[in-house]
């Protein structure tokens, strides 16, 4: 069992928005600013997508956005492309003993 | 533009060791904000942790995995490596090796994952 808590599976339509979110304690997201979102194509490598909850790096595409209220970080996605049906992750930094904890991911189908 | 390689065998025995070598290009591995490290997927399921290290041998183990894990760093060779005791086939997986940026300068504590190498399946079977 993941330490984050990641609905398994989302789906949604081309041009729709959708949000996956990510549940932690206070002792991870409540906390800290940590939190980072991962993209995985079946076959690939994960891919960082967003840090410190809200910040994209260079050249990953505006419609990505993170956030995050209390235990609860979410990953929004909007104007839904066929590309981005893959798996998702969520990760943060946590003040136990492994000082990091993941998501047991989310699979997104765009339908 | 950094990046990482996994090398080593895509076959291990039962009760054997698996070793990997993640070689990394286009940055140093000597840097006091980064920790070094890897990570699973067992065949169609999430990531887990194994554990990371500093190029100052500063460790940080996934605790389930503790005592079968050994992480170690050539920082002349830019190489860093994996060590994993006493397989079985529940360590069957794709393994990663990555950058991991740290929460604050020499701080073991994970702010964010990246680059990722392109992964190796490891296949534990006699």
């Known amino acids: 069992q993941s330490a984050l808590t990641q609905p398994a599976s989302v789906s949604g339509s081309p041009g729709q928005s959708i949000t996956i979110s990510c549940t932690g304690t206070?002792?991870?997201?409540?906390?800290?600013?940590?939190v980072s979102w991962y993209q995985q194509h079946p076959g690939k490598a994960p891919k960082l997508i967003i840090y410190d909850v809200g910040l994209r790096p260079s050249g990953v595409s505006n419609r990505f956005s993170g956030s995050k209220s209390g235990n609860t970080a979410s990953l929004t996605i909007s104007g839904l492309q066929t590309e981005d049906e893959a798996d998702y992750y969520c990760?943060?930094?946590?003040?136990?003993?492994?000082?990091?904890?993941f998501g047991g991911g989310t699979k997104l189908t765009v339908l | 533009q950094l990046q990482l390689q996994e090398s080593g065998p895509g076959l291990v025995k039962p009760s054997e060791t698996l070793s990997l070598t993640c070689t990394v290009s286009?940055?140093?591995?000597?840097?006091?904000?980064?920790?070094w490290g890897w990570i699973r997927q067992p065949p169609g399921k999430g990531l887990e942790w194994i554990g990371s290290?500093?190029?100052?041998?500063?460790?940080n183990y996934n605790p389930s995995l503790k005592s079968r894990i050994t992480i170690s760093v050539d920082t002349s060779g830019n190489q860093f490596f994996l060590r994993l005791s006493s397989v079985t086939a529940e360590d069957t997986a794709v393994y990663y090796c990555?950058?991991?940026?740290?929460?604050?300068?020499?701080?073991?504590?994970?702010?964010?994952?990246?680059?990722w190498g392109p992964g190796t399946l490891v296949t534990v079977s006699s």
């Open positions: 990555a950058r991991i940026k740290t929460i604050y300068w020499g701080a073991k504590g994970t702010a964010w994952i990246d680059p």
């Open positions: 286009g940055a140093s591995i000597v840097s006091s904000n980064y920790y």
């Open positions: 990760i943060s930094y946590t003040s136990s003993v492994t000082a990091v904890v």
């Open positions: 290290m500093s190029y100052t041998a500063n460790i």
């Open positions: 206070s002792s991870d997201i409540g906390d800290y600013n940590y």
